[in-house]
């Protein structure tokens, strides 16, 4: 059991490459590092992309960077490079030792281990951007998930949350703005959040892996999916 709470399991994933798992992971740790610390919630990443350890990689540069302080360096939280092959056997552990735990997903279904991945995971975030190669290669990858996650419950009886969230977001593209809303009018056959994330150089700089600036439109985000998550956890506990 982590402090707070029972180690929840939370990942963005997508078969989509550049959907924005690896940025909107590092937001995500960021906000729930800041926001925990006063509740005593400790957060750790997973880098599970075992090809691009990109989670990873963004980490030991800021540690390298004579930039940034020691003080920064210390309110970090940990991250981990696990294989996805491996992860079955690590995770019972972390989720004893941390609140949180954060996993960056790799952009595939076929990297050993990653299906039994899913199996673990308690709460997904599906990142979807809204244009049409991407939309048409979410719904792909739907298919396969809520297979895998109904397996999941008949086999184990255990449940995985998931919503949708919106990234990449430019409102201004006709484009985007059929498929944002025939989205929200259901047709993908999940939930979606009310917010999104729109396509700004700002975000793009976001993936960091130190305390951050949040901006309004990344709080409204990261608070509803909070508020999904204490449902989920409470859902859990009946
Ligand atoms: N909201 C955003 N606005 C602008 N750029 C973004 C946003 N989200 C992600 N990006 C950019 O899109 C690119 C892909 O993002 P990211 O690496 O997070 O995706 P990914 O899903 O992890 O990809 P992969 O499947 O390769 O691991 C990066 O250059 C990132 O900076
Ligand atoms: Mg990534």
Not at 103 to 121: A, K, S
Request: proline share 3%; glycine share 6%; aromatic share 8%.
């Amino acid at each position: 059991m982590g402090k707070v709470l029972p180690g929840l399991v939370i990942s963005f994933v997508s078969q989509k490459g550049g959907c924005g798992k690896t940025t909107l992971t590092a937001m995500f740790a960021n906000y729930l590092n800041t926001i925990g610390k006063k509740k005593g919630l400790t957060v750790a990443v997973i880098d599970c992309d075992d090809f691009q350890r990109s989670f990873l990689g963004i980490r030991e540069r800021e540690l390298a960077s004579p930039e940034v302080t020691q003080e920064q360096k210390d309110n970090m939280y940990d991250v981990y490079a696990i294989n996805s092959n491996e992860f079955k056997d690590h995770i019972v552990e972390l989720k004893e030792k941390y609140d949180i735990i954060l996993v960056d997903f790799p952009g595939n279904m076929v990297q050993e281990g990653v299906i039994t991945m899913y199996y673990l995971l308690d709460f997904a975030i599906i990142p979807v951007v809204p244009t049409p190669i991407d939309f048409s290669s979410t719904l792909k990858f739907l298919e396969k998930f809520k297979e895998i996650i109904k397996e999941k419950k008949e086999k184990f009886n255990l449940e995985t949350s998931y919503v949708g969230i919106l990234n990449k977001v430019n409102k201004n593209e006709k484009e985007s703005k059929a498929i944002i809303n025939s989205i929200n009018s259901g047709n993908l056959g999940i939930p979606f959040l009310d917010h999104s994330i729109s396509d700004l150089v700002s975000n793009r700089r976001a993936a960091s892996t130190m305390e951050n600036k949040v901006t309004f439109e990344q709080r409204c985000v990261f608070d509803e999916i909070i508020l999904m998550l204490t449902l989920h956890v409470q859902k859990s506990k009946k």
